[in-house]
């Protein structure tokens, strides 16, 4: 079945970096878009990036653009979002997925305050 387990949040002080890892299974990855996306409690999931199949494609959320960096491993099944200069509205749970219509990994925490 499709699956994803993403790692790597945690806390970070404002203007701070972290990186975040997700790995996919149950599909075809390499054929397949890939987004990340996150979610405040009581606010509706957003998507913050996403990249093409062979990863020369990117997107970003305004929010975010030239701030976070997008990529992939094809040969690992992995995302990855490197977020640099964070700030606190980074705050939120980040979930990797191919779209909206498959099922949610468990996400990891991203939480910037100092």
């Known amino acids: 079945q499709v699956q994803f387990v993403e790692s790597g949040g945690g806390l970070a002080q404002p203007g701070g970096s972290l990186r975040l890892s997700c790995v996919a299974s149950g599909f075809t990855f390499s054929q397949s878009r890939m987004r990340w996306f996150r979610q405040v409690p009581g606010k509706e999931r957003e998507m913050v990036a996403s990249?093409?199949?062979?990863?020369?494609?990117?997107n970003y959320a305004d929010s975010v653009n030239r701030r976070f960096i997008i990529s992939r491993d094809n040969n690992l099944n992995t995302v990855y979002l490197q977020m640099n200069n964070l700030k606190p509205e980074d705050t939120a749970v980040y979930y990797c997925n191919t779209g909206w219509d498959n099922p949610w990994g468990q996400g990891t925490q991203v939480t910037v305050s100092s």
């Open positions: 990249i093409s199949r062979t990863g020369l494609g990117t």
